[in-house]
């Protein structure tokens, strides 16, 4: 009887062995990926960022160089204003319109699986190239809008070509892109415990109270999810100040967001070294803003638990 149990015990081990390898095997192509499209350039940009480097030339060290040029750089600083407005104006007003949305479609709109799918469509097609030349052609001076408020005796003009409104353009675009955090909240809605809102609604909350004081509090590690997604992905945005400008961040660099002038410093004037520093100084400033975001987590998002 020892002897079996033995005998089970080690082909046991065996085969947990066997798993175990099989499993470290499909991880290869992971971190094979891993390591040679992420970590690795990703080393090599800070190495670079540390150098006077054209493309095509030869890396020359030069230490905090690139870094202190920044302190001294107009366009820089242009562009990180430009980039502050577009993330702390645009994510605000999509998450409050995709809460908005998902509150209305959460007391039982018929149809809910077609509206789900109609409006989460813009997130799925408000980075693309298409979306940001139709965007470009809606707001041009011969545009459907203009056409449309014009007819009405308004007269806007082109919007993309003036710089007091260029950049609302921008956000307008992305607060249309409401699709994806509205699906999440919408799920998140429906996990909250009936019995708890209809506990309030017996001691006498009305709906402003109830959705105050029970909703938004349970709700509260959604919007956290939320913000942080959005906050990243508005710091990263690249293609619609590209497409709607046509790569120059105008007029008067009212579209100049941080990604365009990495990109323009990269790939139109050719200094590698400078744009890999810009890279990191942006990745530091993302990194921060999400660690904020945890920290201040503690005091205003809830769990059950």
């Known amino acids: 009887m ?5 005998g089970l015990k080690t082909r046991q081990v065996s085969i947990e062995r066997r798993t175990g ?3 470290y095997l499909f991880l290869i192509p992971w971190l094979l990926g891993v390591v040679l499209i992420t970590l690795v350039p990703m080393l ?24 202190r040029r920044m302190i001294s750089d107009p366009t820089f600083a242009a562009s990180a204003v430009v980039t502050a407005k577009y993330v702390f104006i645009s994510v605000p007003l999509q998450l409050g319109f995709a809460l908005l949305v998902a509150v209305t479609l959460n007391r039982g709109v018929r149809g809910l699986a077609l509206y789900r799918s109609v409006y989460y469509l813009p997130s799925l097609l408000g980075g693309s190239v298409a979306v940001a030349v139709l965007w470009r052609q809606l707001f041009s001076s011969d545009g459907l809008l203009p056409k449309l408020v014009g007819k009405v005796g308004i007269h806007m003009g082109s919007w993309i070509s003036d710089p007091a409104h260029a950049l609302d353009t921008l956000i307008v675009l992305h607060v249309w ?12 809605l429906r996990q909250i415990p009936e019995e708890l809102l209809e506990a309030a609604r017996v001691d006498g909350a009305n709906a402003i109270r109830r959705f105050l004081w029970v909703t938004l ?23 619609p100040a590209y497409i709607i400008s046509s790569g120059t961040g105008g007029p008067a660099n009212s579209t100049l967001f941080y990604t365009l002038y990495l990109f323009q410093s990269g790939f ?3 200094e590698m070294g400078y744009a890999s520093a810009l890279a990191w100084v942006l990745f530091v400033v ?8 945890f920290i ?9 638990n």
């Open 21 to 23: 390898r099989a499993g």
């Open 217 to 239: 509090p349970l709700l509260s590690p959604v919007i956290f999810f939320n913000l942080v997604l959005q906050l990243i992905g508005a710091f990263q945005a690249f293609t």
């Open 268 to 270: 139109q004037n050719f």
């Open 177 to 188: 892109t409401f699709g994806s955090p509205m699906i999440i909240f919408l799920a998140g």
């Open 44 to 67: 090599a940009s800070l190495y670079l960022s540390f150098t006077n480097y054209r493309l095509g030339g030869t890396p020359e060290w030069a230490g905090l160089a690139n870094y």
């Open 286 to 293: 993302i990194g921060m803003f999400t660690a904020v975001n």
């Open 296 to 304: 201040a987590s503690r005091y205003w998002v809830h769990y059950e």
């Open 2 to 6: 020892a002897v079996a149990l033995e």
